[in-house]
């Protein structure tokens, strides 16, 4: 089993313009969320989706949107890139029904810098 | 709500000494708790978590938490560090908002192992 993947990791971009972050799990979770890490800041839940279909915002939404098509990605979308959403992206499943209920799984993560 | 503030961004301990890194919680219900690791350039990895069974928690690489409730705490500790125990360690709690499930993260400590 890969995890979680996440494409690309690494992506510069300039102010305006949009991208899409991919999020991959191959381990049949049915959350999935996206967070952002800033320094001195932790992790800040951005979106998260309790299963295909579904998504709903975090505590960080603004100027991103995310979707959910299917069960195993979950894709985060930068419309109009602006600096401040330069930061480290994670994505993270959980199930729910096994021992491993309430335990994330982490992918790599994205850099992203917004110039 | 919930939270969790981690004392010390940076702690600094010589090889072989003990590892002490805080972490306080603040819950309205039974809390879920959890530490993980980040190692540099990497996604975090679960290194225990207490989910209301006994208080005293081992997990990976020689670590373990007690659980405090009269303290609200869940210190994470290792009697011995080693080299590759240098990363960032991030406390969390799950919380409950909406109906739904959610993890909140403190802003994390770098741990430093010096030679």
């Known amino acids: 089993n890969a995890g979680v993947t996440q494409t690309p990791k690494f992506r510069v971009l300039k102010t305006g313009q949009s991208m899409t972050l991919l999020c991959a799990q191959d381990?049949?979770?049915?959350?999935m969320y996206w967070y952002r890490q800033d320094p001195g800041m932790g992790l800040r839940l951005i979106h998260y989706s309790v299963g295909e279909g579904t998504t709903a915002k975090g505590e960080v939404p603004d100027g991103y949107n995310v979707s959910r098509l299917k069960k195993q990605n979950f894709l985060l979308g930068l419309e109009s890139a602006a600096p401040s959403q330069t930061s480290v992206y994670f994505c993270?499943?959980?199930?729910?029904?096994?021992?491993?209920?309430?335990?994330?799984?982490f992918g790599p993560g994205t850099r992203l810098t917004v110039l | 709500a919930q939270s969790v503030t981690q004392l010390g961004s940076h702690v600094s301990v010589s090889e072989g000494a003990l590892v002490l890194l805080r972490c306080n919680y603040s819950?309205?219900?039974?809390?879920?708790l959890f530490w993980y690791v980040q190692y540099p350039n990497q996604g975090l990895q679960l290194l225990l978590k207490?989910?209301?069974?006994?208080?005293l928690v081992k997990g990976i690489n020689g670590f373990e938490a007690e659980f405090k409730k009269s303290e609200t705490s869940f210190h994470l500790t290792k009697p011995s560090a080693h080299m590759s125990d240098a990363a960032e360690y991030f406390c969390a709690v799950r919380g409950i908002t909406s109906g739904t499930y959610k993890y909140i993260f403190g802003t994390g400590t770098r741990l430093k192992v010096l030679a």
């Open positions: 207490y989910t209301s069974a006994a208080t």
């Open positions: 993270a499943s959980r199930t729910t029904g096994t021992v491993t209920y309430n335990e994330q799984f």
């Open positions: 381990m049949n979770h049915e959350y």
């Open positions: 819950s309205s219900v039974p809390p879920y």
